[in-house]
T-cell receptor, first 112, second 121 residues
């Protein structure tokens, strides 16, 4: 969707290295959701950000939302093979929160 | 986290037959569920919003008579692909919205099923 741009499209990192995925919205976000998908499977909820400047962490994954609430980043520290998969950001552009618009996804491969 | 069960995970059918896919929220009630379609190496495309007790809201370009949605209870939504054809072959994923609140802010987290791979011969 042009409303939500995700970059890069794919990423290959050496095990133990850090990686960052970006998600940029053309509109102010009410909420930004990060999901992980393994090929042929459903999406696993990672984190949700709502407030400008908010930052959340879970294990080695950190997500941030900028002050203007139009850009988010997902950072993985010391990547492991288990971090491989497709990462998707989903944007809630309306206060009603009914629908999510998804970015194109970032395919992550971690080389052992 | 909340659990959403989707069944079947894989179905093969003949052209012209109908296929029903179920989406259940196992440990929470969902007044709203969503149905998505995903093509290979592409992101999710929202097909429709399923509302408990009322008609589904379809996205532009999605045929409502082709993709019948029923949300008869707070834990179950079904998608029926009617008179399926090979072009309907795809990966269909449902999600259920858990409208938990945090202070005055609704979190509206969507939890996803594992998806259904439909192959129409």
């Amino acid at each position: 969707s042009q409303e939500l741009e995700q970059s890069p499209q794919s990423l290959i990192v050496q095990e133990g290295k850090n990686l960052t995925i970006n998600c940029t919205s053309s509109k102010t976000l009410y909420g930004l959701y990060w999901y992980k998908q393994k090929y042929g499977e459903g999406l696993i909820f990672l984190m949700m950000l709502q407030k400008g400047g908010e930052e959340k962490s879970h294990e080695k994954i950190t997500a941030k939302l900028d002050e203007k609430k139009q850009q988010s980043s997902l950072h993985i520290t010391a990547s492991q093979p288990s971090h491989a998969g497709i990462y998707l950001c989903g944007a809630d552009h309306k206060a009603a929160g009914n629908k999510l618009t998804f970015g194109g996804g970032t395919r992550v491969l971690v080389k052992p | 986290g909340a659990v959403v069960s989707q069944h079947p995970s894989w179905v093969i059918c003949k052209s012209g037959t109908s296929v029903k896919i179920e989406c259940r929220s196992l440990d929470f009630q969902a007044t709203t569920m969503f149905w998505y379609r995903q093509f290979p190496k592409q992101s999710l495309m929202l097909m429709a919003t399923s509302n408990e007790g009322s008609k589904a809201t379809y996205e532009q370009g999605v045929e409502k008579d082709k993709f019948l949605i029923n949300h008869a209870s707070l834990t179950l939504s079904t998608l029926t692909v009617t008179s399926a054809h090979p072009e309907d072959s795809s990966f269909y994923i449902c999600s259920a919205r858990d409208q938990e609140t945090e202070g005055y802010s609704a979190k509206n987290i969507q939890y996803f099923g594992a998806g259904t791979r439909l192959s129409v011969l």
